[in-house]
């Protein structure tokens, strides 16, 4: 059963301190997206990787967040500082487009900045 | 621009009752639409998709969705909820270029 998987699924730390997030895509699919909710933005898209190439970052503050694709069954998305509002779910998903029109989720990394 | 909006962010039935969740979409090209669930800290699941072909669709765990292009609709229902049901669901829709447009969701409670 093919799943996408997301590490750490819990992450608490400091104002100030970096977090890394990673994501492994489903084997073989070609798209990856992170995604934020929070519960009074809902669910945005910060970022979105095609073939390992970045298509749209738009979402993402560009002082802080940082996403990046080093092989094809890693993504990974970096907060450098992190504040206390980026507190909320992350959630990776991926997808094989045009092919299918289904993206799945991971169980996301559930992030506490204090 | 393409987007959706959910009817009612907070739904409330019993027990083997029918489960109708709303929702409406606004494309200027045919659209692709999605109703995905989400259990308590866990991510999204896709119930249904509708694509293009049968205007009804039937998903997992006993849910349909029709979908009205008259209305611009794409209700979700099941006729008889389960204490599982609980859960907030989202109506999406996917736009050109592969992304998806939530809904605000809509969260689900069963009572016994």
């Known amino acids: 059963d093919a799943r996408v998987t997301q590490t750490p699924r819990h992450k608490v730390t400091e104002m100030g301190q970096e977090v890394t997030m990673r994501c492994q895509p489903i084997?073989?699919?070609?798209?990856v997206f992170w995604y934020r909710q929070t519960m009074m933005q809902g669910l945005e898209l910060l970022a979105y990787?095609?073939?390992?190439?970045?298509?749209?970052d738009s979402g993402m503050p560009k002082d802080r967040f940082s996403a990046e694709m080093p092989d094809a069954t890693l993504a990974t998305l970096k907060i450098q500082p992190s504040e206390p509002r980026d507190s909320a779910v992350y959630f990776c998903?991926?997808?094989?487009?045009?092919?299918?029109?289904?993206?799945?989720f991971g169980p996301g990394t559930r992030l506490l900045v204090l | 621009a393409q987007s959706v909006t959910q009817l009612g962010s907070h739904v409330s039935v019993s027990e083997g009752a029918l489960v109708l969740l709303r929702c409406n979409y606004s494309?200027?090209?045919?659209?692709?639409l999605f109703w995905y669930v989400q259990y308590p800290n866990q991510g999204l699941q896709l119930l249904l998709k509708?694509?293009?072909?049968?205007?009804l669709v039937k998903g997992i765990n006993g849910f349909e969705a029709e979908f009205k292009k008259s209305e611009t609709s794409f209700h979700l229902t099941k006729p008889s909820a389960h204490m599982s049901d609980a859960a907030e669901y989202f109506c999406?829709?996917?736009?050109?270029?592969?992304?998806?447009?939530f809904g605000a969701g809509t969260t689900v409670t069963v009572r016994a």
């Open positions: 084997l073989g699919h070609n798209t």
């Open positions: 990787f095609r073939n390992r190439a970045p298509l749209d």
């Open positions: 494309s200027s090209v045919p659209p692709y």
């Open positions: 509708y694509t293009s072909a049968a205007t």
């Open positions: 998903a991926s997808g094989l487009w045009p092919n299918e029109e289904t993206q799945y």
């Open positions: 999406v829709l996917i736009t050109n270029d592969y992304k998806l447009s």
